[in-house]
């Protein structure tokens, strides 16, 4: 099956710092989307981004599916952007169901 | 807020007992998904409705079943629990069959299998 990698793992930064997540997914996708679990379980999503590029506010992401890779941007990082975040894809047969990574952890310190 | 509600909030059962979970799609979301959570790991697709009918599965054994009613609610049974089932259960909804737009999740239901 399609597997899905999120790098770095795990990220601490001081806030107000930029960072750049990476997800690579190892076949063709239909999409890719990115989300925020925050520390209650809830998954927020970000982007719906199957390719090009998309921004809203301080973040933005970067899917080029020809090179199976996905880039999220946070600009100016604030203490609230703590969490996990995750890509997901589908599988470009159209098996309906979103493959996660295993996410980036993120710790933003004041 | 996504719109969409999941209840309960936290439940604990004992092994071989079964389980209901309940989610509320946002109205004129066709397409419900579940997926299992375990700690420290992303979700996994358990199964997809659409318009009440299964649409797609996961990897998970027979004891994992689910219905989708008219009204946007669905439920996931989980029957025989093991030690293993304990995750967090999330459910999403979607206007469109498949994955085709953005999915919103539900908060969650937290199942701990003692």
């Known amino acids: 099956g399609i597997q899905v990698e999120q790098s770095p793992p795990d990220l601490i930064l001081q806030e107000g710092a930029n960072s750049t997540l990476r997800c690579n997914f190892s076949?063709?996708?239909?999409?890719l989307q990115w989300f925020h679990q925050n520390p209650w379980g809830q998954l927020i999503n970000l982007f719906y981004?199957?390719?090009g590029t998309k921004q809203n506010g301080r973040l933005s992401a970067t899917t080029v599916a020809t090179e199976r890779y996905s880039l999220l941007y946070i600009s100016s990082s604030q203490t609230t952007d703590s969490g996990v975040y995750f890509c997901?894809?589908?599988?470009?047969?159209?098996?309906?169901?979103?493959?996660f990574g295993s996410g980036t952890r993120l710790l933003v310190r004041p | 807020e996504t719109g969409v509600t999941q209840s309960p909030t936290h439940l604990i059962k004992t092994r071989g007992q079964q389980v209901t979970l309940r989610c509320s799609s946002q109205?004129?979301?066709?397409?419900v998904s579940w997926y299992q959570q375990a700690l420290g790991q992303g979700p996994q697709f358990i199964f997809q409705?659409?318009?009440?009918?299964?649409?797609g599965r996961g990897n998970f054994p027979p004891r994992f079943s689910g219905l989708q009613f008219p009204n946007y609610s669905s439920e996931l049974n989980v029957n025989a629990l093991e030690l293993d089932d304990s995750a967090l259960y999330l459910c999403?909804?979607?206007?469109?069959?498949?994955?085709?737009?953005?999915?919103?999740f539900g908060p969650g239901t937290r199942l701990t299998v003692l």
């Open positions: 981004i199957p390719s």
């Open positions: 999403a909804s979607s206007e469109e069959q498949g994955i085709t737009d953005t999915q919103y």
């Open positions: 076949d063709s996708v239909n999409n």
């Open positions: 109205s004129g979301h066709n397409t």
């Open positions: 409705y659409y318009r009440e009918e299964e649409n």
């Open positions: 997901a894809v589908e599988r470009g047969d159209s098996s309906y169901k979103l493959i």
